[in-house]
């Protein structure tokens, strides 16, 4: 069986396209592994590249793109809008397909300390891959920035997980982690009252005491005389992309108004798809082995 | 864009494993092909092969596959209870990614001039690759069987479609067509009276003037004390496994009966799964291209 793992790495860098390019290569050139998508700001002047493949090659493809942003990156020149710690700011390693998340966690632990083996980069563990309860939020890790955490690394409060505490002097440092597959999810109500919207989001996100790991937002759609409730499905094996629905709708039924249609921005696993055709179906010993496609690549 | 389409041919041979695993080998052996499923019946002597690949390679496999079963089975030494016309008895292209069914019709064509060109195999096209009406359905074109075959080859309603209008002297001749792909879709219903289930399968299935692309039965699950309305979904674009289950809820509604729990038996494409979602969230605009593991094949 296959293992399929993502990875969603975020670079200090939204302006320079060749140095964009020169990641993606590093990212292409291994074997196995599937550059899916690459994004970039110019005011965020940061970069967000999505990749897949077998674990050793994901890590290994992580490795080589970290090489160049190290060399190329220069933190102490870098400006822009969104908070960073480092060249390579982020590395996410999410599980897909055969693969646990502790395994996840595994592959996540051994690529920080190989980035700092290779590239004297100091590492940060967060979420699953967290070594404790106060670095699991990226934000926390975060607090600071680049300029902040070089003055206090050494406090103990601000180690690096792994390597020594004090910042690489072009590329700063890195918050390595693994995290379940996020789905963007949204669904669109027949009524232009944005309060409405406001607060379906606020019924059904569970920072608010609605259903687990989902964030929810009200947005207006504007031009189209309606509104939206924004979702991200954070791990979907707790609150997938039927109940979501589900609830949004009851929500919008109870104050008198319709849903007109969802929308699922982005990709989505496989194993959702599949938990939604469950859901509504009573369908029972269904797996994604069943699925043709899925399959091809086993 | 990959197209992938899958074959699922029907030898006429289910008792020496040895030319099983021949024409396996030579299935498996061409690259890009993919063989995912192989079923065989002694009583039946009778086997069918499932794999996927791209058209191009999915056609070489077909007759390279075709050629070890030319060699190796016998027509005028074969008895088995199912209906055959010939060695490799029946070769269905089946369209499941990024290729529309006229395209699966040319390949099926092409495939059907191959055989007669390499292997003197004369061929009758049927389904969506039928030159003619009277072509259409299977058991139409293999009506007589191979013996009967034999002796009215050359009369005008049975003249091959494809090569000259005699028997190979061994291998018979074959039926090639190109079809979409079907689901075998069951759903359990909480009671033990057959004759629900059999009068919801006559409701719900298109000869009896049900849904367009449904085949059904009702049976009894022995032991269970359930019952089951058993489908065929042979065409999913028509008839979709959300709307074959809600018109089995409604109706098992009606007699006061709720429905267990439903099954997918063996594989489905993934479109089939996308629909069911659109079917049930108003989902719009999303596509199976948006499916993380679909993305890995492209």
């Known amino acids: 069986m296959t293992q399929l793992v993502e990875c969603v790495p975020n670079f200090s860098e939204g302006r320079r396209p060749e140095v964009l390019e020169k990641i993606a290569s590093a990212i292409r050139a291994v074997p196995g592994v599937k550059l899916l998508d690459m994004e970039y700001d110019r005011d965020h002047n940061r ?45 996410p390693f999410v599980p897909i ?22 590239l004297r980069v100091p590492v940060y563990f967060y979420e699953e891959a967290a070594l404790s309860p106060a670095r699991r939020s990226l934000p ?32 700063g440092a890195t918050i390595v982690g693994a995290r379940p597959p996020l789905i963007a999810y949204n669904v669109d109500l027949e009524t232009d009252r944005l309060d409405v919207a406001k607060a379906i989001a606020r019924k059904v996100r569970e920072k608010d005491g609605g259903l687990p790991a989902v964030r929810a937002l009200g947005l207006e759609l504007s031009g189209k005389g309606m509104v939206q409730v924004s979702m991200n499905l ?59 496609e899925a399959r091809l690549g086993g």
């Open 47 to 91: 970069s967000v590249f999505t990749f897949v493949g077998e674990p050793a090659a994901v890590k290994h493809a992580a490795l080589d793109a970290a090489g160049v942003a190290v060399g190329l990156i220069d933190m102490e020149r870098h400006r822009g809008e969104h908070p960073r710690l480092g060249a390579l700011d982020v590395l």
């Open 97 to 118: 397909l055969g693969i646990t998340m502790a395994e996840t966690v595994e592959l996540a632990r051994q690529a920080g300390r190989e980035l700092w083996e290779r």
């Open 140 to 171: 926390d890790v975060r607090r600071g920035e680049y300029e902040g955490r070089k003055l206090n690394i050494s406090e103990p409060a601000w180690r690096p997980d792994v390597g020594e505490p004090r910042m690489h002097p072009t590329a």
């Open 234 to 292: 954070v791990d979907f094996r707790r609150t997938g992309i039927a109940a979501a629905f589900e609830a949004v709708r009851a929500e919008a039924g109870r104050a008198g108004v319709r849903v007109h249609r969802s929308e699922v921005v982005g990709l989505v696993p496989l194993e959702a798809l599949v938990d939604c055709a469950a859901h509504y179906l009573s369908l029972q010993g269904f797996t994604t082995d069943q699925v043709l």
